[in-house]
């Protein structure tokens, strides 16, 4: 995620030093594995591949814990750990492990179900950051494959883009292995055995991965059953068989796979369009008290949104602030939106009014801006030349200020039920919506939460000290026979010497009720 770095001096914005993704921060990893000399371009196709070991726990936000946790998965009658963390390996516990062996060893151990949902999403999302390096991105089971052999010249060579994507990856993820290889096959089976390579050249494909287990590539018990009475330990082994031999005692499919690695065979990738995603944040040297502070600081991250949406050809349909105190807890501001928005200065007047509302004694280290719901850019021919869209005006901005400085539930809209009973025949609905419209008597605009009752005095209607005089049209409802509010009433249009009113008879208990006024 692009890090903005500010200093509490807000009289010079050359006291703000922006790390975006145009020029990643590099800070110093442990090199990998390189060749004496790479090429600073490449033709053809370059494969880098990001393994995440610990992705089930990130998924589930639980890598900050001290405690020993595992993630297990339930396969058929049994629960197998999938992952876990450190703590939980300083015990003696090991993936693929049963639940109830596990928790033997370490009765204090935490266990999580996986979530499969949760985990894809972390992969979609870290997928969309790649974008930053190359289009060209494909998410394989639990691991990104990213084709970087178009990017080498744009970044300054293969050394200079690897170190770069190491950088932000570990700065992401717990523990990741980036591995560069010739071939998308090797690439992933590198990185998913911990293997650390830059490799550039298919000839040198053998000797990377001949050390390798076997079982790394075959990963049907079967399979390893044979592999183990043949004596195949290493995919050199396996690469020094005879390959009609091997196609006939293992399934021709096995000689295919190490073809694709080697690049003996055409191996295409189905690369993935991630949706458009904002997020970045600024982190204070010193905590900032007051929220007042933090408006220049809003301006910048509202001006990188713009230039985001303008570079993607987009609108915001959803924006919301985090902010962050000294405790790593999360203040969440939402900014609501009626229609899409890209201008950064109406933004920032929407983000204020939100703010408002929102009071904190906590020291603010990390202010975020997220916006993750987007909507195309229309298509307009009226001047080629202008930056930014013209404003539409759907009688919407003072909905959107009276949101954001209320709140959302103080302004709603009101839409029709298909519910004859007139306290049932409504309901909240977003701002804006249409539905239906009734085509029956008219109703009253006001009407009351609970009827009041209406006194009769000397054969008339009253209402306080004024008489009610009726019209002669009148409307029976009778309905909610199938619940446990039904009603059976005379509705009749009444006037007063100020008021027209609707009320209604009982038809159960005589009473007279007012329940509207026109």
């Known amino acids: 995620m692009p890090i903005i770095r500010a200093h509490q001096n807000l009289k010079s914005r050359s006291t703000l030093m922006t790390f975006g993704r145009s020029k990643p921060y590099l800070a110093k990893v442990p090199p990998a594995t390189l060749p004496d000399a790479l090429p600073s371009t490449v033709r053809g196709h370059l494969w880098l591949a990001i393994s995440f070991p610990f992705l089930p726990l990130e998924a589930l936000g639980q890598t900050g814990q001290q405690q020993p946790m595992a993630v297990y998965a339930r396969q058929g009658q049994m629960r197998k750990i999938v992952t876990l963390n450190h703590s939980a390996q300083r015990n003696g516990i090991q993936v693929g492990m049963t639940l109830a062996a596990a928790q033997t060893l370490n009765p204090a151990l935490h266990a999580i179900p996986r979530d499969i949902s949760a985990e894809s999403d972390r992969l979609q999302h870290l997928a969309a950051l790649t974008n930053s390096w190359t289009p060209a991105v494909s998410i394989i ?3 990104l494959l990213l084709d970087i052999a178009g990017s080498t010249r744009l970044f300054g060579g293969v050394t200079q883009l690897l170190e770069q994507i190491r950088s932000w990856i570990t700065s992401e993820a717990l523990s990741p292995c980036v591995s560069v290889m010739p071939t998308p096959a090797s690439a992933i089976l590198c990185a998913r055995t911990g293997k650390s390579l830059c490799i550039t050249a298919k000839e040198h494909i053998h000797s990377a ?3 390798l287990p076997a079982q790394a590539l075959v990963t049907d018990a079967k399979r390893q059953r044979a592999l183990n009475r043949f004596g195949i330990n290493t995919l050199g082994d396996l690469l020094r068989l005879p390959r009609d031999g091997l196609a006939r005692r293992l399934g021709p499919d096995l000689v295919q796979q190490l073809d694709k690695l080697l690049g003996r065979q055409p191996d295409p990738q189905n690369t993935i369009t991630p949706l458009p995603t904002f997020r970045q944040r600024i982190v204070f040297d010193i905590g900032i008290a007051n929220t007042e502070q933090l408006a220049p600081f809003m301006e910048v991250l509202l001006g990188k949104l713009q230039a985001h949406l303008t570079q993607n050809h987009i609108l915001a349909e959803q924006l919301e602030w985090h902010l962050v105190n000294e405790s790593d807890l999360s203040h969440r501001i939402p900014v609501y939106l009626t229609h899409p928005h890209r201008d950064a200065i109406g933004l920032m ?3 204020q009014l939100a703010f408002e509302k929102f009071k904190t004694k906590d020291v603010i280290t990390h202010l ?5 719901r ?3 850019l229309p298509s307009s021919s009226e001047d080629i030349f202008s930056i930014l869209p013209k404003a539409a005006d759907h009688g919407t901005s003072l909905i959107e200020r ?5 709140g959302r539930r103080a302004v709603q809209g009101l839409c029709i039920q298909p519910d004859h009973r007139p306290e049932k025949a409504w309901s909240h609905c977003k701002v804006g919506e249409t539905g239906a419209l009734s085509h029956g008597a008219p109703r009253p605009l ?10 009769v005095l000397q054969g008339r209607l009253a209402l306080g000290d004024q008489s009610l005089l009726l019209q002669r049209q009148r409307e029976r409802i009778c309905s909610g026979w199938w619940d446990s509010q039904p009603i059976r009433r005379d509705y009749y249009y009444a006037k007063t010497a100020a008021l027209k009113t609707w009320v209604f008879r009982d038809l159960d208990s005589g009473n007279w009720c007012l329940h509207g006024i026109f």
């Open 402 to 406: 009276l949101q954001n400085r209320l």
């Open 349 to 351: 007047k929407l983000s």
């Open 446 to 455: 006001w009407l009351l939460e609970t009827p009041r009752s209406v006194r």
């Open 374 to 376: 987007f909507a195309p």
């Open 141 to 143: 089971e639990d691991s």
């Open 368 to 372: 975020v801006l997220k916006a993750n």
């Open 209 to 211: 991965i001949r050390e």
